[in-house]
Structure formats: structure tokens, C-alpha cells
């Protein structure tokens, strides 16, 4: 059954972006935000699934560049520039002012985890809970592992994603030379897809069965445009800068879910956040499940937020 949608709109937050939002739920329930990954992927309905919708009031919103906001990526490179962390970030600010609402839980999933400890550095008193699942800080070493060395275990695939950008020195020049391919509209779609297919194939997916969007050729061509985008740019951080900063939020209640095998983000990222986050709880997962949406994920995430709505403020 559809989640009844309380509202919904476009945010203009300036530079011709207009940020799509809404909102399910009850209306007087403590409020939640749900942070999408990728960077590009956008939310869909069953996020609203994470969430006993009796109980909370969620709030979805797609970043920049992808989702139902506006322009979208794949189809012009505008959407790429306003188009930073720091952006994001006041988007957030933006939103919670525009919604009235004075603190909430905000949930991440992958890249969303980034940017929900962000936020939270940024703005600890309007942050009441942490829930995070495929915890990702967005570090160096973090990149390199997903875009180089997880390619030892699937040399096959590594061998046809390297095969795009043949003379990249380092994984940094293969980031940034899929980054140029994908900005000229001869190479672009076979460049996306490359990419895609790397994001996929650790994960022993094709484009038609990871369901999502991944079997729009659109899809793929505004997530790769808007990964490579941010992760060229290590996301406008400095290198451990989550964890150079933890001591802002090490009162946040939080719970980190984390697949031990997850192939994208490996567990080290949350382990480490666990020694400096007291409030915070990890759960290990067996498996690999990555996406905040695989049934695994969803049964934990759900907990997690349900024990959150139990314990009240």
C-alpha cells in the first residue's frame, strides 16, 4: 500500500536548482529525514518502509541532480555545478526551516551516512537520533578500495571498468577521466554505463535485476555524472574529516547497521566511527547487503528506528 503523502514540493534553493521534497506519516509525530545514497541515486517510496509511519513524519529529499529535482543530470551538465556537499548540506538547513521542524532523526544510507554525520557535525543540536546502514565516510582509502582494490576480487569486471579509461595512472585519474568522458555527449552513455556496471557487478547485479533505476539509461547517466563528480573532488573534505570531528556529535544516540561483507564499503569505516561515537551502537550483519532497501537491511534499519520511537525522547 502507498504511504499517504502529507506534502510535497520544490525547494528553490537558488542557481536554478529546485529540490524535490515530501513528507508521509502523522502530522504531529516526531519528524524523521531520509538521505539517499550514490551521490545521485534519489529516494523512492519504499524508504517510507524504514519508518512505522503511525509514529514518525518522514520526509524524503532528492539531492541535487537527481530524483524529481531539478535539473536533472542526465540531462544537462548544469545540474553539476551549485552542485557541492556544502550545497547539500544548506539544502538540509533549508528544508528543516521551510517544514517548521526543530529536530529530527536523520537516517543515511551509503553516501547518505556521509552525509547525515555532515549534518549532524554541522548542526548537533537539531539532530535527536543517528540511524545509519552501509556506512560510508567518504574517505581516501574508502575510494580507493571501491574504484581499484575491491577490483582483486572481480578481475574480470575490474579489467572491463579500467578498459574505459586505459591510461589512467591511479585510481584518482580513472575517477577523474570517467568524470570528462561523461561531460562530451559522444562517450557519455557507454561511459556511464561502463561505470554502472563496475557499481553493480561487486555486488553480482545486472542492470535489469538490481531493480531501482538502474535499467534507465538515464539513470545510469546522471548517477555516474554525479558520483564522479563528488568523489573527484573527495567530496570538498579533507581526508578523515568525519572522524577529525566526531567529538560534535559522541552524544547522538545512533545505530550503525553494516553488512561484514559488504563489497563497496568495507567495515572498517564503522568500526573506527564506534571508538569515538559512546552514544552510538554497531550492528554487524552476516552477508553483504548494502543497499538500505535489501529485505536485511530493511528488517534492521526498521528496528532500529522503532526502538528510537519507544525510548522517546
Known amino acids: 500500500m502507498s504511504p499517504r503523502i502529507l506534502d510535497s514540493g520544490y525547494l528553490d534553493v537558488g542557481h536554478g536548482h529546485l529540490v524535490h521534497w515530501e513528507m508521509a506519516g502523522t502530522p504531529d509525530a516526531p519528524a524523521a529525514l531520509v538521505l539517499h545514497g550514490g551521490p545521485g541515486s534519489g529516494c523512492r517510496t519504499a524508504h517510507y518502509d524504514l519508518f512505522d509511519l503511525d509514529h514518525y513524519k518522514v520526509v524524503l529529499m532528492d539531492q541535487r541532480g537527481c530524483g524529481r529535482s531539478r535539473p536533472l543530470a542526465s540531462e544537462t551538465l548544469d545540474a553539476l555545478t551549485h552542485n557541492t556537499t556544502d550545497d547539500l548540506l544548506c539544502d538540509i538547513v533549508t528544508l528543516k526551516q521551510h517544514l517548521g521542524v526543530s529536530d529530527w532523526l536523520v537516517f543515511g544510507g551509503s553516501w547518505g551516512s556521509t552525509l547525515a554525520l555532515l549534518y549532524a557535525q554541522l548542526a548537533p543540536d537539531h539532530v535527536r ?44 585519474d580513472r575517477i577523474a577521466g570517467y568524470g570528462d568522458l561523461l561531460a562530451h ?69 545512533g545505530v550503525m547497521i553494516h553488512s561484514r561483507f559488504d563489497s563497496s564499503c568495507p567495515l572498517r569505516a564503522p568500526w573506527e566511527l564506534a571508538k569515538h561515537w559512546p552514544a552510538a551502537r554497531l ?26 520511537r519507544m525510548a522517546g525522547p
Open 185 to 253: 555527449a559522444e562517450y557519455a552513455q557507454n561511459a556511464a554505463d561502463a561505470w554502472c556496471a563496475w557499481e553493480l557487478a561487486i555486488f553480482q547485479q545486472t542492470f535489469e535485476g538490481a531493480g531501482g533505476g538502474w535499467a534507465e539509461a538515464g539513470y545510469r547517466l546522471g548517477f555516474a555524472r554525479i558520483v564522479t563528480h563528488y568523489f573527484r573532488n573527495f567530496a570538498w573534505r579533507s581526508d578523515g574529516y568525519i572522524h577529525d570531528h566526531m567529538e560534535r556529535i559522541a552524544h547522538i544516540p
Open 129 to 172: 537520533q543517528l540511524v545509519l546502514a552501509g556506512v560510508a565516510t567518504t574517505a581516501r582509502r574508502d575510494l580507493a578500495w571501491l574504484y581499484e582494490d575491491v577490483g582483486n576480487l572481480f578481475p574480470e569486471s575490474f579489467e572491463a571498468f579500467h578498459a574505459m579509461v586505459p591510461d589512467a595512472a591511479d585510481v584518482w
Open 283 to 308: 550492528e554487524v550483519l552476516g552477508g553483504n547487503d548494502h543497499s538500505a532497501l535489501s529485505e536485511v537491511m530493511k528488517l534492521h534499519i526498521r528496528t532500529a528506528t522503532d526502538g528510537f
